[in-house]
T-cell receptor, first 113, second 113 residues
Framework: KQEVTQIPAALSVPEGENLVLNCSFT??????LQWFRQDPGKGLTSLLL?????REQTSGRLNASLDKSSGRSTLYIAASQPGDSATYLC????????????FGTGTRLQVTL | NAGVMQNPRHLVRRRGQEARLRCSPM?????VYWYRQLPEEGLKFMVY????????ESGMPKERFSAEFPKEGPSILRIQQVVRGDSAAYFC???????????FGSGTQLSVL
């Protein structure tokens, strides 16, 4: 059974800092991995999707890496801004599970002025 | 191009009543997924549907819960005889195909009194 863990559970940083969020998964037979952000009372916004054959994806100030063999992914946020404050969720789709996402419990990020 | 639309945003039911949650996928998306987020817990997969077919319902409770995605109209998640433990945020997501990026709606917050 796939289990996804995110560390830390909560993080507070001053504006402008670079930061790394960690995600680990127990079953390396994944089809892809996605990073989402969730704002309070709102739905999820997909940030980056990494296929199992890829090592990383970049979008603006965000960079996500994937090391499938070790069961790890990181989300790097450069030059953090208060608007980045949200909960960040990592989710994987296992091969053969027809698009069923297994989510981590998230990292709650607070970027302070 | 409207995103995934869920309604209602908030739904209050008394124990024993029925709850019907609706989800209209993004235009061109024929794959719909329902997830549940219990308080202080991560999102859990419930069911995956394509038009008129249930593909994977391994996350659905065995009783009282059902889902459909008819040929015409939105996908419906139906909960009969609700109990307090059903109180949660229910999210719908859609994708154009299997294994592709999922787009989430803003969710329906169900409160059972």
């Amino acid at each position: 059974k796939q289990e996804v863990t995110q560390i830390p559970a909560a993080l507070s940083v001053p504006e402008g800092e670079n930061l790394v969020l960690n995600c680990s998964f127990t079953d390396s037979a994944i089809y892809n991995l996605q990073w989402f952000r969730q704002d309070p009372g709102k739905g999820l916004t997909s940030l980056l999707l990494i296929q199992s054959s890829q090592r990383e994806q970049t979008s603006g100030r965000l960079n996500a890496s994937l090391d499938k063999s070790s069961g790890r992914s990181t989300l790097y946020i450069a030059a953090s801004q208060p608007g980045d404050s949200a909960t960040y969720l990592c989710a994987v789709i296992n091969t053969g599970t027809a698009s069923k996402l297994t989510f981590g419990t998230g990292t709650r990020l607070q970027v302070t002025l | 191009n409207a995103g995934v639309m869920q309604n209602p945003r908030h739904l209050v039911r008394r124990r024993g009543q029925e709850a019907r949650l609706r989800c209209s996928p993004m235009k061109g998306h024929s794959h719909v997924y329902w997830y549940r987020q219990l308080p202080e817990e991560g999102l859990k997969f419930m069911v995956y549907l394509q038009k008129e077919n249930i593909i994977d319902e391994s996350g659905m409770p065995k009783e009282r819960f059902s889902a459909e995605f008819p040929k015409e109209g939105p996908s419906i998640l139906r909960i009969q005889q609700v109990v307090r433990g059903d109180s949660a945020a229910y999210f719908c997501a859609s994708s154009p195909g299997q294994g592709e990026k999922l787009f989430f709606g803003s969710g329906t917050q169900l409160s059972v009194l």
